[in-house]
């Protein structure tokens, strides 16, 4: 497939994805009789793992150890993992985060529409 038919397919750009292959993190892309890239499932794989890792805030540094470890082979399984699980961890803290903010926000939001119906009823019974 295409690179458009590629981003598309993974949620990133072109221009990401020229530049993911730019820095290393995919490998070359095969190129079809055209001249053209030609994306197989597995670099549509790999679009989408990274697609995922940076939309939830992964460092571009980590993502291109990942890379490099998964190209040599199985004998890096541990540190793959290592890499997920202090992304998992980080992403953690930031869901705690965003669920204490959450909450917050809920109770502000109680707190106005309380207020904007004390106001209402008051208006109402005041007005004669």
Known sequence: MRISEAAEMAGLTADTIRFYERVGLLDRIPRGSDGHRDFGAQELR????????RSTGMPLTEMKQYAALARQGEGTYSAREAILARHRSRLDEQQA?????????EEKISTY???????????????T
């Open 46 to 53: 790999w679009l989408r793992l990274f697609e995922r890792l």
């Open 97 to 105: 985060k965003i669920e204490t903010c959450r909450h917050l926000i």
């Open 113 to 127: 529409r309380r207020l904007a119906q004390d106001k209402t009823s008051t208006d109402r019974s005041g007005s």
